[in-house]
């Protein structure tokens, strides 16, 4: 029986009246994601129809899902917001503190010992507030809430952009900060923009060596990193309902990475097999009775260009597999394409290392695909030329596969099979020589591939394929390998093909699992005490930021101008930092260490105007900090774009920074940036980018009369005493400007939890 099925009828039983009155009020067939969204309106039923892109909306999510990185955070604030127990079902999963290195019984067992501290704290404070715990080594955050939370027509929200995973079970489920997840937890409403309308039409139907996940590498390809900031995507048609539900889920997840919302399919029956095959029969007899308002209306996908912002079709049956990257997700490369891009560009052609697995692509089909790739190594005498690694999703999916001989074939090929954890996809990869920072190529099944990622070196070139490709890749060691037509040479010097990829869609002899690693809260928590050592490195309570003193700012320092692609990898690093995630003064000491200077071209090397001495970029924040100068970022397209990480926003409000002015902001961080009382501005002309100079001083001439759909004027003062005024857009609600007034969120609702 599933988790919260009470939850879950509720959902359903509100269903059927609402959409009937949307559909009512808004004058035209609903798409699924309008159905989903009026369904839960904060205010219950709907009244109104509202503006895609225009109209923030309060809504009441189902439930929050926390991964270990950004839950301390979270739950560090919660503690703050005088609640006895979160309002809506809640878990928290220990996925990112587990370091890849040598194997999964001994990486799991290193981390239970370095991270014992974080891991109690979040089971403690889970225990206390009624909060499920998933313990280390149950398995990535969203395998987890896909096999176990995810439900058709839900609505949730997660600390970690990959929340969108559960898109494959028909839900909205967006990533968010962990102050949006502290509103949610404490009760109160949840704001979004209500969003634009993408829709993918899918027709034909995925064969051979095409997956899944080329689908969503197509479309990163078509829509870019940025193409669907403020939009859900809803994928449909006959290529749509005849893929498996773990595949649509990697489509979702991977949505992350072109800005999008969210994305999501409508229920069929792939979602219906796939909830039965997990145990929840429960769930998928009360979604079969109300299946048509679980899938967008018929005449909305007969003519989608008449109900979507923008429609884009994509024919399974000529779809190729495809590569992306080097260094962003968006870069999609036809197999067929990859060798002639690799020489002219001079990418590295032997392949170093191929990875599979992720929270994208460790589903039990994704394994057996795989796995029918691995045993050719066997059966046709090969040898595979790249080192291989395997990270399984789940606890569920990883005795399942050894179960049913996977982990075997994998062995037989000499692959490494790692902790169900997030591992090298984060960045919690401690791979040998990297260090040297030497060029090299690898490739991998997870969903992205900036700068740095996966490894810590600059130098590293990941590109990202299906599961069976990279298996397939890392057989081959080499770049220009096309499994579709070319040949290898095995141990008996004979030529050989690769036969394309087989597997089932859910494992034959149902799931299984000695311990999924499950810990339900106490029933009674108010008895337990959560406790923080004053000098622990690990975690640190937090202290309400200060609210606005009604003045404007004035006498400011340029602390960067960051040039190009800021991703929040490049705000606050991942990897060896997620030590810190709990402890706001520590983890701000990598704040902006990734990012260029546009001045020098350098990281984490600017100028502090206090010296004129050239230093790391958090050393100069607390430089300002601590003479009580204000300071302020400036930034390029799509700053922020990436992970939901909220110390991405808290590390500059904690060091002083009062502004972050870019040309475009991703979406989340936008958001995070308000709710820590930050204030997040685009130029309203964009090549103002090019006035700001190092030696900057910032004056604003308006801020006592910030107000809604009001521009901002800035003062940059250059070090030759002359000025530019620059006028800076913004796009807060009054709710919004009073989060900056009181200095942030969590103040408000600290101070109504006093009341």
């Known amino acids: 029986m599933a988790f919260d099925i009470e939850m879950i009828k509720k959902v359903y039983d509100n269903m059927a009246t609402r959409v009937d009155k949307a559909r009512e009020i808004v004058g035209h067939p609903l798409t699924l994601t309008e159905k989903i969204l009026y369904n839960h309106l904060w205010d219950g039923m709907p009244s109104k129809a509202f503006t895609r892109g225009a109209d923030y909306v309060y809504f009441a999510p189902d439930r929050v899902a926390c991964q270990d990185a950004t839950a301390q955070m979270a739950l560090l604030q919660f503690m703050h917001a005088g609640k006895a127990k979160v309002a809506v079902p809640t878990t928290v999963h220990c996925d990112h ?64 952009s990959h929340t969108v995973n559960a898109g494959g079970l028909g839900m909205v489920a967006i990533g968010v900060g962990g102050a949006d997840a502290v509103d949610v937890m404490s009760g109160m409403a949840w704001e979004l923009k209500f969003p634009k309308l993408i829709g993918v039409k899918l027709t034909g139907k995925l064969s051979g060596w095409t997956a899944p996940k080329d689908v969503i590498l197509k479309v990163a390809g078509i829509l870019t990193v940025k193409g669907g900031t403020g939009a859900i995507v809803e994928y449909f048609g006959e290529g749509a309902t005849a893929m498996s539900c773990t595949g649509k889920g990697t489509i979702c997840n991977m949505g992350a990475e072109i800005g999008a919302t969210t994305s999501t399919f409508g229920y069929d029956d792939s979602m219906s097999r796939y909830l039965r095959s ?262 640190q309570l937090l202290a309400p930021f200060s609210p606005w003193d009604g003045k404007n700012i004035t006498g400011a320092k340029l602390l960067i101008k960051a040039f190009g692609k800021c991703t929040t990898d490049h705000i606050s690093m991942a990897g060896p930092w997620l030590r810190f995630r709990g402890h706001l003064d520590n983890i701000s000491n990598n704040m902006l260490i990734g990012a260029i200077n546009a001045f020098n071209q350098k990281p984490n090397k600017v100028k502090n105007q206090l010296t004129g001495i050239y230093d790391a970029v958090p050393a100069v924040a607390r430089a300002y900090k601590a003479a009580g100068v204000p300071s302020i970022v400036v930034g390029d397209h799509n700053y922020g774009e990436g992970s939901s990480r909220e110390h991405a926003a808290m590390e500059p409000r904690f060091l002083g920074v009062k502004a972050v002015l870019v040309k475009s902001f991703a979406r989340i961080h936008e958001t995070n940036l308000k709710k820590q009382g930050l204030l997040g501005l685009t130029f309203a002309t964009e090549a103002d980018y090019d006035k700001i100079q190092e030696d900057d001083t910032i004056n604003f001439t308006d801020l006592v009369d910030f107000a809604v759909g009001k521009p901002l004027t800035l003062e940059f003062v250059h070090a030759d005493g002359t000025k530019d005024i620059i006028l800076a857009n913004h796009t807060y609600n009054e709710g919004q400007i009073g989060w900056f007034v009181a200095g942030s969120a969590l103040n408000l609702i600290a101070a109504a939890g006093k009341i």
């Open 97 to 160: 503190l587990i370091q890849a290195k040598v194997d999964a019984v001994t990486d799991l067992a290193r981390a239970k010992t370095q991270s014992n501290e974080v891991f109690e704290f979040l089971s403690s404070v889970s225990d206390k507030y009624g909060i499920g715990f998933w313990k280390p080594g149950a398995g990535i955050i969203h395998q987890v809430v896909l096999e176990n939370y995810a439900f058709p027509g839900g609505m949730m929200i997660g600390t970690d």
């Open 278 to 539: 997990t145990d929840r029969a429960d769930v998928a007899d009360a979604a079969d009775k109300i299946a048509p308002y679980l899938t967008g209306d018929a005449e909305v996908y007969a003519n989608p260009e008449l109900y979507f912002d923008q429609v884009i079709e994509i024919n399974l049956d000529e779809l190729e597999p495809h590569l992306n990257g080097p260094f962003t997700p968006d870069l999609a490369t036809p197999i067929s394409k990859m060798k002639e891009e690799a020489i002219k560009n001079n990418w590295p052609l032997k392949i170093e290392v191929g990875l599979i697995g992720s929270c994208t692509n460790s589903s039990y089909e994704d394994i057996a695909r795989a796995a029918s790739i691995a045993k050719q190594v066997t059966d046709k005498n090969l040898k595979i030329k790249s080192e291989f690694t395997i990270t399984p999703g789940s606890e569920l999916v990883r005795y399942t596969i050894e179960r049913d001989g996977f982990i075997d074939i994998f062995d037989k090929m000499g692959a490494t099979v790692f902790a169900n954890a997030c591992g090298p996809c984060i960045g919690m990869w401690d791979r040998e020589g990297a260090d040297k920072e030497e060029r090299n190529t690898i490739v991998h099944s997870f969903n992205r591939n900036f700068s740095k990622r996966a490894d810590g070196n600059p130098n590293t070139l990941a590109f990202v394929g299906s599961p069976e490709l990279v298996t397939a890749l890392a057989i081959a060691g080499d770049l220009s390998f096309n499994p579709l037509t070319d040949t290898l040479i095995n141990e008996n010097g004979e030529e050989v093909k690769l036969e394309a990829p087989t597997g089932d869609e859910l494992p034959p002899k149902g799931f299984a699992a000695e311990d999924p690693g499950f810990q339900a809260p106490a029933e009674d928590g108010s008895g337990i005490v959560v406790s923080v050592s004053e000098t622990s490195e690990r975690l």
